[in-house]
Every structure is written in C-alpha cells, then in structure tokens.
C-alpha cells in the first residue's frame, strides 16, 4: 500500500488553536468594551470547551491503548494530561455560568476574569498538544505498524464521524492489500472499544 503519512494530532490541534487565539482577543476587546455581542462570544467560548473535552475522550478511547500496549506511556500519561485540561476548562465553565447571570453593567469587568483564565487554560494546552505532536505520534510511528496507525483512524472515523468515514474509508481500504486489511481489524479488535470495531466491520462489507 502507498502508505500516506497519517498524523492523528495536527488537524484538530490546528482548529483548536485557531479558535482559541480568535476567542483570547475577542475577550481582550470585551474586557476594553471595544466590541459587542457578549451572548454570542460565550456561546463560542462554551463550544469550544465541548469540543476540546470531545477530543481528549476521543485520544483517551482510541490512542492510549495503543500506547499502553507498546509501553509507550507511563501510569497512563496521557489521560491525567486530559483529566487535567477538563480540571482548567472546568474552571472555565464556572465562569460561563456566573457571567450569564450578571447583569450587563458588570458583565465587562467579569471579561477580564474570563480572559485571564482563558489564556492560562492556553498556555498550559499549547503545551499539551505540542507534546503529542512532537513526542506521541513520533513514538507511534516508531513503535507501531501502519495497519495500528490507520487502525486507529478507521475506528475514530467509523464510530465517531460516520458520514465522513462513508466518503472516505471505501478508498483507503481498497489500496490496502487483503493481508494489511486483516493486519489492521485485528488491531482495531484488541485495542479499540468494542462498538468501534463493529462500526469499522461495516465499511469493510461496504469497501
Ligand atoms: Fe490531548
Ligand atoms: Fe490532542
């Protein structure tokens, strides 16, 4: 198979810090009242938490089994990483629903707060994804076949992002042989939750 290089981290990171870095200044500019539309910058900012607390989930249910079974991770890593970001977006959240409540006038000053903690969730979760972009998948690709790399993208795309995997996965599993096709639902069976696996089995019958 002309293995295409698969990196499992850059994509999301890249939105996620992009809508970080957009929400960080449209809360400096809140905090100076220079801008407006308050309700809808904290309905950004709590969507943003969601979609960030999603995307540990998902590395917690579909990369560190991986790494647990190549040793790649001591005491589980990478899920007190996360457990830690949830603990700082957490604190965040408090914030959301306090501000909500208050009345407009007191709402500008309550900016500064959401700022100050905002940017110190981002100093700390640039940190966390620059390590899994620059220690984590190199250790993959060192340590793990293409079939458990691609394994573990196939099952994120089959149970989490069916739409997606139905355009997608028909064309990866046709360039794969018969022997890297049984090479990877193996390793989608043993690392992968149950329900993943199934949802993969599909696209086999279908590819
Ligand atoms: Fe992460
Ligand atoms: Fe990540």
Known sequence: MATPRIDLFAHPHQEQRLALFELSKAFCLQATAESQDLEY????LQDTINVIKEHSDNENMFISPLLNAKGLQNE???????????????????????????????????????????NRFIGNYLLHIDKEEQQIMPLLRQHSTMEEIMGILVAFK????PEVAKAMLPSILSNMTVEERV???????????????Q?????TIAG
Not at 158 to 161: F, G, H, Q, R, T
Not at 184 to 194: G, N, Q, R, T, Y
């Open 183 to 197: 090479k990877m639902f193996a390793s989608i069976k043993k690392h992968a939750p149950a329900a993943a696996y």
């Open 76 to 118: 589980n890593w990478l899920d007190k990483e996360h457990k830690h970001m949830d603990e700082l977006l957490d604190e965040l959240e408090s914030l959301i629903i306090k501000i909500r409540t208050l009345h407009v006038d007191q709402q500008i000053d309550f900016c500064s707060k959401i700022y100050n903690t905002l």
């Open 41 to 44: 910058l904290v309905d950004k």
């Open 199 to 203: 949802a993969s089995l599909s696209f």
């Open 158 to 161: 089959a149970y989490k992002e």
